[in-house]
């Protein structure tokens, strides 16, 4: 663009030098035609009033000459302020975008090539305006909704440093998180710094629990990378429903606790009487087995709330060893040999491996215990349940299958909550307590492992489970001890 107006200045000055020409010429073709007229006169004069004459032409010729070239310098002037002028408008304009002011304007109304120029320059201020005014809008929308959460965030860029936080992290921690402060600085929580090094490092979310930010209360920490290369974390107060959930469990022991005692006294005087010769009216022998049922009924509730109440405190840490995945499988198999008979469901050995999974045995024992129990309740109707592992690349995949009625799909994702029954009728006639799902969720998670379960209508349940595989020992010297043989289960 800059050529062009080079070349339109160019264009302009050649051309007021071709009228002044052309002024120069049609000057001395008057003056010559003039002189030509005055030849005859002249010739009659003598040599004085000829110098005279070629002076006066001389004169004239130069005159003409410098009037036309004055008229060129100055045509040649206004047009290059002019051209001049527009171009400081145009840097003028530019100055104050790039300032900020996106209201500037060029007033152009010719047009050539800068008037073009500058009207595509005011298109696109006037595009420009409307897209930060757009941005501005929804940067204050994103403020007011982050300072109106309940959680506290922050957000740091690629070299760890605070690029933003929202009212309420400025409130937990007055003054000490400042933008581009080193988040490092501004909050000393371990899980903290450890939750957003995975998010800027490792570009994944990073997850943990921070007690040091507040005295006296505790936070979740999720922190996320961004796309910029930076990361936000944001601190969600869990305090109060810590403080109500510990409050449950310890309602629940307690009350538990509290229940054991006179539920082992009904429960003893009621088999004492019904074990004693006495001549017992049959009504009265139906009450006491009708007594003693829920009382049974009411104990194994109480077991299994505290058992779960121990679990899901946190206290429970199991003890994990290596065994061998096939024992598990033949172990669990073995101690429900009595329920097998009772229920007269066969109990089947499915294909499984000599891995070895790091469980706490006895934990185990409860796991397959509540899961055989529950598909020998609820698949039934299949005659048969088969209980195998499978190995994985990094774990070992449990099984208990049935071949009962199965379960809608609706029901998959809530079968391990408390208390949840899909055929809540039947549960009562079979005196499930509602909870035994439930405690094998918990400790399948203790063991860091996984737990699902796969069901269709009238196509049986199919509940699995996986355990982390055992690390793999070092290979002892020639001269150690030979190796001992993985744990067995034990009764």
Same mark, same amino acid.
């Given at each position: 663009m800059t050529g062009r107006v080079f070349t339109k200045? %160019?264009?302009?000055f050649v051309f007021v030098l071709c009228i002044a020409t052309a002024i120069l010429d049609f000057s001395f073709r008057n003056i010559v035609a003039h002189s030509l007229h005055e030849e005859a006169r002249v010739a009659s004069l003598g040599a004085v009033?000829?110098?005279?004459? %070629?002076?006066i032409l001389r004169r004239d010729l130069l005159t003409a000459s410098l009037i036309s070239l004055f008229l060129a310098t100055l045509a040649s002037a206004w047009i290059a302020h002019r051209?001049?002028?527009r171009l400081r408008s145009i840097v003028e304009f530019s100055s104050r975008i790039a300032a900020g002011d996106f209201t500037a304007r060029i007033e152009e109304n010719d047009s050539d090539e800068i008037g073009e120029v500058a009207r595509a320059l005011d298109t696109t201020a006037s595009r420009l305006e409307q897209s930060f005014q757009a941005l501005e809008s929804k940067q204050r929308e994103l403020t007011a909704l982050l300072d109106s959460m309940q959680e506290a965030v922050v957000a740091v860029n690629a070299s760890g440093q605070v690029s933003w936080s929202n009212s309420v992290m400025q409130r937990l921690a007055p003054g000490a998180?400042?933008?581009g402060k080193s988040l490092v600085v501004s909050i000393r929580d371990p899980e903290i710094l450890s939750c957003v090094d995975i998010a800027l490092r490792e570009r994944r979310i990073g997850m943990g629990r921070a007690i040091s930010v507040v005295p006296g209360r505790a936070f979740e920490v999720s922190a996320a990378p961004t796309p910029d290369g930076g990361a936000v974390a944001v601190l969600h107060?869990?305090?109060e429903i810590e403080r109500a959930e510990k409050m449950r469990r310890d309602f629940i022991a307690n009350v538990s606790h509290e229940l054991r005692t006179p539920l082992t006294s009904i429960s003893g005087y009621v088999e004492t009487?019904?074990?004693d010769e006495m001549d017992l009216p049959d009504h009265a022998r139906e009450f006491m087995n009708i007594i003693l049922k829920n009382a049974r009924r009411v104990n194994r509730l109480t077991?299994?709330?505290l058992a779960l109440a121990h679990i899901e405190s946190g206290e429970h840490k199991p003890r994990v060893q290596p065994v061998r995945a096939s024992a598990l499988v033949e172990d669990s198999i073995e101690l429900l040999a009595g329920m097998v008979v009772e229920s007269g469901v066969a109990l089947e050995p499915g294909e499984t491996t000599d891995a070895l999974v790091l469980a706490d045995v006895d934990a185990m024992t409860q796991v397959f215990g509540n899961l055989i129990e529950n598909a020998m309740k609820y698949g039934a109707s299949g005659r048969r349940v088969v209980v195998g592992a499978r190995a994985l690349e990094d774990a070992v995949e449990f099984y208990v299958q049935d071949f009962g009625n199965g379960m809608a799909e609706e029901h998959l994702n809530r079968i391990f909550e408390r208390f949840y029954r899909v055929d809540k009728a039947r549960s009562r006639e079979s005196g499930g307590t509602g909870l035994g799902l439930a405690i094998v969720k918990h400790i399948v998670l203790a063991h860091h492992g996984t737990i699902r379960v796969e069901s269709e209508l009238g196509a049986g349940a199919t509940f699995l489970f996986t355990l982390p595989v055992a690390p793999v020992a070092p290979t002892p010297a020639p001269a150690a001890a030979p190796e001992e043989t993985p744990a067995r289960l034990t009764r």
């Open positions: 200045l %160019l264009f302009s009033q000829q110098q005279a004459a %070629l002076h051209i001049a002028s998180v400042r933008t107060d869990v305090t009487l019904l074990e077991e299994d709330l």
